[in-house]
């Protein structure tokens, strides 16, 4: 019996499932939409829903409670990720932490940086919740987001997915969300559902190496003569 204990576990302790919470909270702001369990998107969908409610108020305390649930994460910009990566580590950290607003990040680069260099910074994912995905509901009494279940099922547990998303990005701009890798054990699976469906061609084998044709070894040199079978010289 589950007497006084409400709310999905999730076989996780209650320090993991907040950090997963939030995770999954921040990327479904940061790219509109994440694809998950239908557990775990149950359980988020009403946090995600609570943060943009206290957002839509727009206040230093809704700011505060925003940031003591949701925590911040720094958002680099689609068209900017491959100049990102070639940056040394100094460089990022100014990208990363820099502070372009009083209280949190907005993207602006300060006075103060190279822009040879340092040609953008960071934002930030509060940021982003006030002033774009917030006022974009401020006509809406909830129903913020929208879950559509998948038939497709994850590779290991063969859990049902779900697509988690937020009301009006159903087509999100080009290049705004990061397409996510897909994995070895995705592709080994692709392949034996192809292989099984007979769409792969049969391997062509391997042609022998061909085999270099060695010169035959000469024979010894005579032994000089005049020499005896110990091969002292007579």
């Known amino acids: 019996m589950r007497h006084r204990k409400s709310g999905r576990h999730l076989t996780r302790t209650s320090a993991h499932r907040i950090a997963m919470r939030r995770n999954l909270a921040q990327s479904l702001f940061e790219f509109g939409e994440i694809r998950t369990t239908i557990p775990k998107a149950k359980d988020v969908k009403p946090f995600v829903e609570r943060l943009i409610t206290l957002a839509r108020r727009n206040t230093i ?13 720094a958002i680099i910009p689609a068209d900017q990720q491959e100049s990102y990566e070639g940056m040394s580590d100094a460089q990022r950290h100014k990208v990363l932490f820099s502070r372009s607003g009083r209280r949190m990040r907005r993207g602006g680069v300060p006075a103060a940086y190279n822009k040879k260099k340092i ?18 509901y401020r006509d809406r009494p909830g129903g913020y987001t929208r879950l559509i279940r998948l038939s497709t099922h994850r590779i290991g547990d063969n ?5 988690l998303q937020l009301v009006g990005t159903e087509q999100a701009p080009a290049g ?8 070895d054990r995705r592709k080994r699976q692709t392949a034996r559902e192809a292989f099984a469906a007979g769409k ?3 391997r062509a084998k391997a042609k022998p190496a061909a085999t ?17 079978k110990g091969g002292a010289a007579s």
């Open 176 to 183: 705004s969300v990061r397409k996510a890798p897909i994995s």
């Open 61 to 73: 305390q809704a700011r505060q409670r925003v940031t003591s649930l949701l925590a911040d994460r």
């Open 212 to 228: 270099k044709k060695t010169k035959a070894a000469k024979p010894a040199a005579d032994a000089p003569k005049g020499t005896n």
């Open 119 to 136: 040609p953008f910074v960071a934002s930030s994912v509060i940021h982003k919740l006030f002033s774009d995905i917030a006022p974009r």
């Open 200 to 202: 792969n061609e049969p």
């Open 159 to 163: 859990s049902q997915l779900a697509v």
